[in-house]
Every structure is written in structure tokens, then in C-alpha cells.
């Protein structure tokens, strides 16, 4: 546990330098209720933007070649990771043997009504649901999630209440996005439109898949810092 010292060096570090997306940002107090959330990209984007692991910057993944727009929000829950445990809910859940951990952060769409027109943002996500995706042998869950206090959204509490015409408009952008007009094979299906309390499974999978890879980091930096 950080003594007061600790939380003193961490607080300053992060007033002093602008925390890494993905490292240095909390998922919050109230996980798995309501989650801290990275969006990387917006409905309006018409290439693929990401986090650059290394630098936190966000970078330009490739320019989208066909007319898939993505439909919601669209991000990554900070200090997750898709590995062996979030591989396991996959297996048991498809009774397959060889799916593996993506290696990314948790996938998140956040439902919302206002046009918001810029990624690299932060806000409160309220999980609802979520879909169970391979991408050639891959676990690469989407969790869907509802704005906090969105008019429209925000009182949702599980994926039913989303009107079906969204999910099929979600559903429909992850299984074409990578896909060329003369393509017949898809790498990417969905096996499973799951609820809220899924969801809430697949992030605390990966929440712990992250402090496996990863460990505590504040206590990693106070180390380094105290020159231990």
C-alpha cells in the first residue's frame, strides 16, 4: 500500500506530465458500475484512429478504404487488457480451444445522443452490454456502453433497452469494416450479444489481465522515483 509520501510523488507526476491513455488514467471508483473511458474515435472520422501503445498519442491506423463509418463513440477502457482471462470467458463460452487474447485494451462504444465531433476525450461510461467477437482466432470484445447522464441513453441499464435497430447498425460495422467490396471471407463473427452483467465480467477479466502484464504502475514509479 502507498504511503501518503507515494500518493504525494503520484499526484505530482500527474500534475507535472499528461497521463498515458492507457496506463495512467483510473477506470474510476464505481468499476464495474460506471467506467473512465479513452474514445479514440467519433462517427464522424473517416479513417481509423488509435492509441500509439509506446507514446499514448493518439495515431492514424489506416485510412477506411470503403464506407464504413463507425455508428458510436469508440474507444478503449484504460488500464484493461485482452489476454488469457478475457480468452477464458471466450472459450467457455464457445467451447473453443484456440482463442487467444487480442493483446489490446478493452473495446468500448459509448451510446450517446450529442453529436460529439473530436476524439482523444474522456468520460463516464455506464456498461449495458456488449458483443462477443473473434477476429481470426482473437478475442476482441466490444462492450457497449450508455453516456452518464445522456438524455436518450443514460438511464439504460441493460443491452434490452437499446433499440435493436443500434445493435444491428453495431453489429453490422464490426463485421464489415476490414471487409473489400470483392471480399467473400470474413475474419471477424460474432458469437454472442451479451448483457450488462457480462460486460461487467469481461472488463473485470481484463482488468486483471492488465495487472498481471503490467503490475501495480504507481507502485512500480514510486520506486523508481525514490531511486529504490
Known amino acids: 500500500m502507498a504511503s501518503g509520501t507515494e500518493d504525494l510523488l503520484w499526484n505530482l507526476m500527474g500534475t507535472l506530465f499528461k497521463a498515458h491513455p492507457w496506463h495512467g488514467v483510473s477506470v474510476g471508483d464505481e468499476v464495474p458500475d460506471r467506467l473512465n473511458v479513452f474514445i479514440e474515435m467519433v462517427p464522424t472520422d473517416t479513417v481509423k484512429y488509435e492509441i500509439d501503445k509506446t507514446t499514448g498519442h493518439i495515431k492514424l491506423d489506416r485510412p477506411q478504404r470503403y464506407s464504413n463509418i463507425c455508428p458510436a463513440l469508440y474507444g478503449f477502457v484504460p488500464q484493461t487488457y485482452s489476454e ?10 464457445t467451447g473453443r480451444e484456440d482463442i487467444v487474447g487480442d493483446g489490446d485494451p478493452v473495446d468500448i462504444c459509448v451510446l450517446t445522443e450529442k453529436h460529439i465531433d473530436h476524439g482523444e476525450i474522456l468520460l463516464t461510461a455506464i456498461p449495458v ?4 467477437m473473434i477476429d481470426d482466432r482473437e478475442a476482441d470484445d466490444k462492450i457497449i456502453a450508455v453516456l452518464a447522464g ?19 447498425r453495431l453489429k453490422h460495422y464490426f463485421l464489415t ?4 467490396p470483392n471480399q467473400r471471407k470474413n475474419d471477424c463473427e460474432i458469437v454472442e450479444v451479451y448483457g450488462r452483467e457480462k460486460a461487467q465480467a469481461v472488463v473485470a477479466a ?13 507502485e512500480l514509479v514510486t520506486v523508481a522515483l525514490r531511486g529504490g
Open 129 to 132: 452490454g456488449g458483443f462477443r
Open 206 to 218: 481484463g482488468l486483471a489481465d492488465y495487472q498481471q502484464q503490467f503490475g501495480n504502475l504507481q
Open 150 to 168: 445522456d438524455a436518450a441513453y443514460g438511464g439504460m441499464k441493460d443491452i434490452e433497452e437499446v433499440p435493436p435497430t443500434v445493435v444491428d
Open 177 to 180: 469494416y476490414k471487409m473489400g
Open 84 to 93: 488469457r482471462r478475457v480468452a477464458q470467458l471466450c472459450k467457455e463460452a
